[in-house]
């Protein structure tokens, strides 16, 4: 067991409340936009193209990763390790957060249609919404891919039935 800082997994209810809270934030700041006489904005192609590019890259990154590390665990930098690690992370929470916004549009676009805009809107905002998920996905993989497995020869590695590695624990 290393005695310097640690990296815990991302937690699936800091992914769910970020997507939750862009959902409400953004739909509340819709409504009043609207309100004041504005319209929804319409996406386009590029809003899911550009989340498509990302979940593609974190999905091959996270491949790469895994294969490197099954090869030989210490062939990778150990600071490009960490920051692989960290783009994960960061891929899980951005990912939720725009996803959440776009469902919010989805959300209010629902009710304009069959109109020809809401139906752009429904249409390249629900596939943004899928392609955030897709991009969390990917990036919970890659987080999980820059997990080393424990060293069975290391009396300090943490067993299942310890916590940390501390039988006192």
Same mark, same amino acid.
């Given at each position: 067991?290393?005695?310097?800082?640690?990296?815990?997994?991302?937690? *699936? $209810?800091?992914? &769910? !409340?970020? /997507?939750?809270? #862009? +959902?409400?934030?953004?739909? %509340?700041?819709?409504?009043?936009?609207?309100?004041?006489?504005?319209?929804?904005?319409?996406?386009?192609?590029?809003?899911?193209?550009?989340?498509?590019?990302?979940?593609?890259?974190?999905?091959?990154?996270?491949?790469?990763?895994?294969?490197?590390?099954?090869?030989?665990?210490?062939?990778?930098?150990?600071?490009?390790?960490?920051?692989?690690?960290?783009?994960?992370?960061?891929?899980?929470? *951005? $990912?939720?957060? &725009? !996803?959440? /916004?776009?469902? #919010? +549009?989805?959300?209010?676009? %629902?009710?304009?249609?069959?109109?020809?805009?809401?139906?752009?809107?429904?249409?390249?905002?629900?596939?943004?919404?899928?392609?955030?998920?897709?991009?969390?996905?990917?990036?919970?993989?890659?987080?999980?891919?820059?997990?080393?497995?424990?060293?069975?020869?290391?009396?300090?590695?943490?067993?299942?039935?310890?916590?940390?590695?501390?039988?006192?624990?």
């Amino acid at each position: 067991m290393t005695d310097g800082p640690t990296i815990r997994p991302t937690r *699936g $209810g800091h992914v &769910l !409340g970020a /997507a939750l809270g #862009a +959902l409400v934030f953004v739909g %509340l700041v819709l409504v009043w936009w609207q309100g004041q006489g504005g319209t929804l904005p319409v996406p386009g192609a590029v809003s899911w193209a550009s989340v498509l590019l990302l979940a593609v890259g974190m999905g091959w990154l996270a491949r790469q990763t895994r294969r490197t590390l099954m090869r030989d665990p210490g062939s990778l930098d150990p600071q490009q390790a960490v920051t692989r690690l960290l783009l994960g992370k960061t891929s899980q929470i *951005g $990912g939720a957060l &725009l !996803g959440g /916004a776009y469902a #919010a +549009l989805l959300g209010l676009s %629902l009710g304009g249609l069959p109109a020809p805009l809401a139906v752009e809107r429904v249409a390249h905002g629900g596939a943004a919404v899928v392609l955030c998920a897709a991009w969390v996905w990917a990036g919970h993989v890659l987080e999980a891919s820059c997990r080393l497995p424990d060293d069975p020869e290391d009396p300090d590695v943490d067993s299942p039935d310890t916590r940390h590695g501390n039988p006192a624990a």
